[in-house]
């Protein structure tokens, strides 16, 4: 077949190949992007599978990140339809007694009502967001710009000196039970740290889990929790309109197949029809590390460590999630849970360590933690007027054989939690529909077992370990090759930060000083590789 050729192909349009193809089009490249779905989004899509009118989003929902991320910001998605929303309360954690720590949108409310579970908390509470505020820029570019971000630690540092660098470098470590402890006497300010640490999947006693912790409360109390008004598809949409009006094209239910190799260096790929597309600058793949390189390069052009370190690559916890379609609003026990996006449940502080523990030993948990969401109490387009779409997921140990009897098995523990905070909830049920582990991966293959952050969170497998011991950048052993999913630093969560990484490293690799890039790149690959 005749090849086409163009600038740059993307492999995958989720929500950082769309990010690394806004990137593209916006320095002038001709861009493909290929998509082996038959709509854009990856996981970030809406449809409606419980009940008609009700519109579930299937795989992530809430976006602090994607508020907080300078990268999503600068898109300017807003000229292309995005519109975000928010419930009239962030966040709460709801416990069985009938109490819940409730993060508000305003942080000296948040204060007032952990200041109900020990006196000077609310005032720990107001400090711990006030750092936050001196800190906030030149974090966040830290986070979200590849390794070493020299530049963005330089900002910081000056900001907070020394000793305050200090105290960063020992939060970037800290356990979030430990985080929690020290700052606040009451269970209120521990449960929203802890809860909000426990969307990534290392446990609440192990190093690395207080800086998760610490960034989503911090971004809650800054930017919200926000939806997509419609759906999360409303995201993709936005990013793809952006692609198309800037001059780029992409292509949906075309599977790549595999990358062209040629002396070293990736040329273009081949899609399961047998098209060829050349690319005169990169491959950018939106794609997890292991099939990008087993499946679509092909070990025999990669270093045998290269080849030992995919063994050892790590993927996160399986995610098990429910969707409902309810009559009415839920029926919480706790008052402060009624106006929350998302609501924590299911345990209380002790009880995130017994459901590590059992993820860590292959047990399903027999009370769940569950986040759940309320989605038409964020977004009143999302079902008819006086019920709501909500959902809820929960993390479940490798090696499950999801039967029938499991499904069934965990669906009833996951009712039960919710029954215990909502008593009724059971009876306003109208629909559901269930999303094991193995449905995840079917509808995404990203999603490889159900894992949804691309790789563990913990730290051994982040910065310059992520996702193989190497360099912490977009580059690959492959010249022209650059990875762009949340295998890649800075990991997980919708804030677009790998994509827009593989996006410049092509840029850079294409400029005047490219050569002398990729002789760099080639020399430290070949020496990290070497010497290991």
Known sequence: MIARTVDAVVIGAGPNGLVAANALVDAGWDVLVLEAQDSVGGAVRTAEVTAPGFRTDLFSAFYPLAAGSPLIRGLHLEDHGLRWVKAPDVLAHALDDGRAAVLRHGAQDTAAGLEEFAPGDGDAWLRMVESWRTIRDPLLDALFTPFPPVVSVARLLRRVGVAGGIDLARLAVLPVRRLGSEHFRGEGGRLLLTGNAMHSDVPPDAAGSGVFGYLLAMLGQDVGFPVPEGGAGALADALAARVVAGGGHIETGERVASIDVSGGRAVGVRTQDGSVVRARHAVVADVTAPALYRDLVGLQHLPPRMRRDLDRFQWDHPTFKVNWAVDRPIPWTAPGAHGAGTVHLGVDSDGFVDMAA????????????????????????????????????????????WTPDEVAAEVERVEAAVERVAPGFRDAVLARHVQSPADLEAANENLVGGA?????????????????????????????????????????????????????????????????????????????????
């Open 358 to 401: 059992d993820l860590s030993t292959g047990r399903i948990p027999e009370r769940p933690f569950l986040l759940f969401g309320q989605m038409t109490t964020s977004d009143p387009t999302r079902s008819p007027a006086g019920t709501e779409s909500a959902w809820a997921y929960t993390h479940v140990p490798h090696g499950v054989r």
């Open 452 to 532: 949804v952050n691309g790789g563990t969170s913990a730290v051994h497998q982040q910065l310059f370990f992520r996702p193989t011991p190497g360099l912490g950048r977009p580059e690959t052993p492959v010249d022209g090759l650059f990875l762009a999913s949340a295998s890649a630093h800075p990991g997980g969560g919708v804030h677009g930060a790998p994509g827009w990484n593989a996006a410049r490293a092509a840029l850079g690799a294409a400029s005047r000083t490219g050569k002398v890039r990729r002789l760099l790149t080639r020399t430290v690959w070949a020496r990290v590789l070497h010497e290991r």
